[in-house]
Structure formats: C-alpha cells, structure tokens
C-alpha cells in the first residue's frame, strides 16, 4: 500500500507545510455559554499576527465534544472566513464511532483545509488492531490527508509506535500528533517514519526535547495566550539554537503547569480571561480553574506586562 507519485509529492509538501507551530484554537464562550464569533475572530488575528504557522480548529482545547453539529460547523466556517488563506488550517474531526466519524466529513467544505486531525477513539477501548483498522477506515474515506492523534491520556488506550508506523503506510495518513507519556515511544516512531511522515507534539511542556529528538514541531495549547514568544522558541528550535530557545522556553516553565494544573481548556481560558482576550467560560462539565489557581495565573502573567 504505498504512496503513488502524486500522493508522495502532496503528503512531502504537508510535512513543510505544518511544521513549526500550530495553534489549538480555544472556542470563546459569552456569559449565556453561547459561542462568541467576535472574540474568535480576534484570536485567530492575534495568534496569526503572534507567528504561529497554522491553526487548528474543533480540538480538544476548542470543546469540540460539548458543540452541537451546528455549532462545529458556524465555528470552523468562521475560522476558514476569517483566517481567508494567511495560514493552513486543520480541522478535527474524531470520535469512537468510526461510520460516525466518516459520515461526519460530508459535513464541512474541506477544500480550504489541509487536513484532518482525527483522535484515537475513546472510551470503548479498541485493541492495536481495532486502532489500525479505524484509521484505514477513516483514510480510505477522507477528502483530506489524515494527521493521527495519540492522546492516551484522554482517550484510555496508547496507540503503539507500531501502530503509528503501520499507519504511515496508507497513501492518505500524513502524520501523527503524538501525546502519549513515554519519550521513548516517540523516538521510537521518529526512527522508524517514513522521510515524509508529519511527527509533531501534542505536549507544550517537553516540546522543546522532542524536536532536538527529530520532530517537525508542536499542535500548542500555550500558543494561544503567548503566541510571539512561543512560536519564536519552537523557530529556534527547529533552527538547531536551543540555547536561544531554552531562554524563552524558561519564561514559560512555570505557566505550562498552570496551564494543566486542573484541567485543559480551563487553564489557558483562564490566562486569556486575564488577558483580555475573552470571557472566562466554559461548558460543563468543565468549569474555570479555582480563585488559587487564578490568582497564580495572575501573578505570573505579570512579569509579561508591559
């Protein structure tokens, strides 16, 4: 099952094409919990104008679970309008339904999208088997190349580095986005990917260590409070000057572990309620980090006032 001619060439550019940062894109909610397009719009300029070299719509960070069919659909036609082609987009769209998941494509107009990032299904537990089987599935069908997503921290169930690899060799999977907890796993699959196989993080907190290790970069929760200084030490990064990246990356220590100290989109909400940027809401069952966690947030955003 190898890649054909055009296919080789179409999934090389996309390893280009989404290396560097990428932006989890936060869904801003008003005060009556109904989605706020204005302040979506200004994220996406902000974080555009901070650097980032794509952005990602309907993840995880966006509360994908908790929006209505209509809702995914008017949030990611807002982003493709507003972003209007100044960077790639990527769009989620996953679940542990496969035939679900598949019927779910029809469902946007993907022609301004590069691909789609598509989590491993939760909840139900499948076997490596089962993993692989769903992702031949979804490839086979998918108008877009496929970006895997390894989360096993949400979802239950590690996807093995010999799983990823099987998967590379379908002609529509692109990549992996590689959040499981062990390092060497991930070293494991940048052994052994194919040249052309997108390997990014899905971890703000080792990024830095992982792209010495060969990955192509970051899908970044962190971008969206601090989009300049971040994509800044991820470019560093993957110019080989981590000495230049490690200064920055020090800065942000501290406000990685608050980010996921209680829960994750609350944490980077929560910075971005201080900072002006939006409403400090969420959906339920999710709700803002405690009046502790807060007060720290805004303590450490200080040293970043002008």
Known sequence: MGRSIKLLSLITMLRQTLKGTGVALVTPFKKDKSIDFAALENIIDIQIQGGVDYVVTLGTTGESVVLSDEEKLAVFNCTVNKVNSRVPIVVGI????????IKSFSKFD???VVAILSVTPYYNKPSQ????????????????P?????????????MTAATTIRLAAHPNIAGVKEAGPEMAQTIEILRDRPTDFLVVSGDDEIVMAQIACGMDGVISVAAN????????????????DFSMAKRLNDLLVEGYSYMYEENNPAGIKAYM???GVIENELRLPLVPVSAGLQQKIHKYLQQFAD
């Open 225 to 240: 409070a601090f989009p300049k200084p971040f994509s800044d030490m991820i470019r560093y990064c993957m110019a080989g």
């Open 94 to 101: 996953g679940g542990n339904n496969t035939a679900e998941v």
């Open 273 to 275: 309620f201080e900072q």
């Open 110 to 112: 993907l022609s301004k």
């Open 129 to 144: 088997e089962g993993l692989y089987q769903h992702y031949i599935a979804l490839a086979d069908a998918a108008p877009k």
């Open 146 to 158: 496929i970006l895997l997503y390894n989360v096993p921290g949400r979802t239950g169930r590690n």
